[in-house]
């Protein structure tokens, strides 16, 4: 599947720029690719980029990786729950209480990248189970409704994101 398959009702116009990061690249290709190249990038990052942050208030580099870790088991979970049928609407997470609690600076990069690549092959395991059916499957997250192939793509258009803002502002 495509980002171009997406239906205008499948996420939160919010998350729009997220699926323009992919273009037209397939799901599964895709997932595929970042698992191989994200580790390179991240074991890429100097070691004094590590725990630089770029302002005040904002994220170290090692707090960023880890937020599209726990996005994308977020994003994975809320997949799983609409794909198997599950009409509970589920709360949204707070994002600027989950990173100061990580605990993501007192990590190696080895560490994380061990971490991102157990998360991505499991969301490619269960991506990869659903057909065509179950990817247009909804349900409700923060209050908006999301496909499951849109929580997919969201979680490949996310990761895109922070390493653009990593790359630009960090390194």
Request: glycine fraction near 4%; aromatic fraction near 12%; charge should be negative.
């Amino acid at each position: 599947m495509k980002p171009s398959a997406l239906q205008s009702n499948d996420y939160n116009p919010y998350y729009q720029t997220y699926i323009n990061k992919l273009g037209d690249s397939d799901l599964l290709e895709t997932m595929s690719k970042q698992l191989k190249n994200f580790p390179k990038f991240i074991a890429s990052i100097p070691s004094d980029k590590w725990d630089y942050a770029y302002g005040e208030d904002k994220w170290t580099v090692a707090e960023a990786l880890l937020h599209i870790i726990d996005t994308e088991r977020i994003f994975q979970y809320r997949a799983l729950r609409f794909a198997r049928n599950d009409d509970s609407h589920l709360p949204g997470f707070d994002q600027d209480l989950y990173v100061p609690n990580s605990n993501a600076n007192a990590r190696t990069p080895e560490s994380i990248i061990e971490e991102y690549e157990a998360v991505r092959r499991s969301s490619l395991a269960l991506f990869s189970s659903f057909d065509e059916a179950t990817l247009k499957r909804k349900g409700t997250a923060s209050g908006s409704q999301m496909s499951v192939a849109a929580l997919g793509f969201l979680s490949l258009g996310h990761q895109r994101h922070h390493r653009d803002v990593i790359r630009e502002r960090y390194l």
